[in-house]
């Protein structure tokens, strides 16, 4: 059992930035995938970047890339999603998820097993 807590988000203007964390409760997260989501309200959960632990490969989707950077701790078992050039667009509820059978390019929020309870993002104009 994997359990995830993800902190730092708030209120920025745009054009600014802001760094997720994602801390796990477990005692490895050897060969997992852990990656980020967020959801707006009436949308979609949708993908926004991973990172394969073991070696620390990355996938991003494609609005947020040259944006936004997803990186580990290995030793505070902690995932970070530094947020740069933030715009309204990216106003949402960030969850992190994690799953041990993934490749790093797996998107859709159903092949994660496990999550944490989300972020709040707000980006004003």
């Known amino acids: 059992q994997v359990q995830l807590v993800e902190s730092g988000g708030g209120l920025v203007q745009a054009g600014g930035s802001l760094r997720l964390s994602c801390a796990a409760s477990?005692?490895?997260?050897?060969?997992?995938?852990v990656g980020w989501f967020r959801q707006a309200p009436g949308k979609e959960r949708e993908f926004v970047a991973a990172i394969k632990w073991n070696g620390g490969h990355t996938y991003y989707e494609d609005s947020v890339k040259g944006r936004f950077i997803i990186s580990r701790d290995t030793a505070k078992l902690t995932v970070y999603l530094q947020m740069d050039s933030l715009n309204p667009e990216d106003t949402a509820v960030y969850y992190c998820?994690?799953?041990?059978?993934?490749?790093?390019?797996?998107?859709?929020?159903?092949?994660?097993?496990?999550w944490g309870q989300g972020t709040q993002v707000t980006v004003s104009s």
């Open positions: 998820a994690a799953d041990r059978r993934r490749i790093v390019s797996t998107i859709r929020a159903i092949d994660y097993d496990y």
């Open positions: 477990v005692s490895t997260l050897r060969n997992y995938v």
